[in-house]
């Protein structure tokens, strides 16, 4: 479900961009001290994203060095130290892995069972190092609620959205309070009911096919989805940036890059995303289209 929130490259400037890559190889370097080498498999651009909402907030210098890495071994690379941030964002991806690798074994998908199995002992031992037992609590309190309405065959999209930004809400929001708590506990709510929604639509043939849970298929019957149907979807998930765009305003006031890549990731990663709701037949097979967000 992850691997949604993301800048669309072509669009940020030079500095942008090198700011965007240097926070995701720091986040990257800051998972494997902070809980464990193999941690950064998990590695997602959502958490880039949580990481910049964080820092947005905070008081904390960053410093960028270049450094060399597995992936890199010959060339240096700039990487940005988040400090105590970036060790929140690696110990709350680490922890957010291990609940869903547990959900994974009760898939339907031999391929999620058996990716699910031979990761579960590299995570069990990250989430140890993660030690955010309250955390993982009201994690395990979301994804039990999740659980509960697809055994239940639950037709409403809305619900399992909602608990679903619940979650991300308690993460982005975590060790926070006043204003800054509840600004972030937006972000990461509506957040979360973009991914949750958006993935849902995106899955929807391989869903009904499989016969894997998806509210969507649930409430549609499993029919295939007029233009119409799939506009209606397509609107919803615009407000609900809407509302996350409404969100992020309430962060402090800055105009640096990391609030342009912000923006981006608002205005074009996202609805770039979901451009696929739009798209006819014809389109989808037409090189040269180009989706909604994308300009010339």
């Known amino acids: 479900m992850f691997g949604y929130v993301k800048p669309w490259i072509p669009e940020l400037r030079v500095r942008e961009e090198a700011a965007y890559r240097a926070l995701y190889c720091g986040l990257c370097r800051t998972m494997k001290r902070t809980v464990g080498r193999l941690s950064t498999l998990s590695l997602s651009y959502d958490f ?3 990481l910049i909402c964080r820092l947005r907030v905070s008081s904390e210098t960053q410093k960028t060095t270049r450094r060399r890495c597995i992936a890199h071994p ?9 400090g105590e941030t970036g060790r929140l964002a690696a110990r709350i991806s680490a922890l957010l892995t291990y609940d869903q690798l547990l959900d994974d074994l009760r898939d339907r998908g031999l391929k999620k ?6 990761l579960l002992p590299i995570f069990k031992s990250a989430k140890r190092r993660a030690n955010l037992p309250d955390l993982d609590a009201e994690f395990r309190r979301c994804l039990d609620s999740l659980d509960s309405l697809e055994r239940g065959g639950n037709p409403s999209c809305d619900a399992a959205a909602e608990t679903f930004g619940s979650l991300l809400g308690a993460a982005f929001s975590y060790g926070l309070d006043g204003a800054d708590a509840r600004v972030l506990f937006e972000i990461g709510r509506h957040t979360g009911r973009f991914i949750y929604v958006a993935d849902a639509a995106e899955d929807y043939e391989d869903d009904r096919r499989r016969g894997n849970y998806n ?3 649930v409430s549609y019957g499993g029919r295939d989805l007029t233009p119409e149907e799939k506009n209606a979807l397509h ?4 407000l609900e940036l809407k509302a996350l765009e409404g969100a992020i305003a309430l962060l402090p006031p800055r105009r640096d890059d990391l609030s ?11 609805v770039r995303r979901i451009a696929f709701l739009k798209l006819s037949p014809e ?3 037409d090189p040269g289209f180009k989706p909604e967000g994308e300009k010339e």
């Open 74 to 82: 010959f060339r240096r690379r700039p990487m940005t130290d988040a």
């Open 235 to 238: 609107t919803s998930l615009l």
């Open 260 to 270: 342009e890549i912000t923006d981006n990731v608002l205005y074009i990663g996202l």
């Open 283 to 285: 389109e989808k097979k």
């Open 113 to 118: 069972r058996l990716r699910a199995r031979l």
């Open 48 to 50: 880039v994203f949580f």
């Open 215 to 217: 509210p969507l298929v």
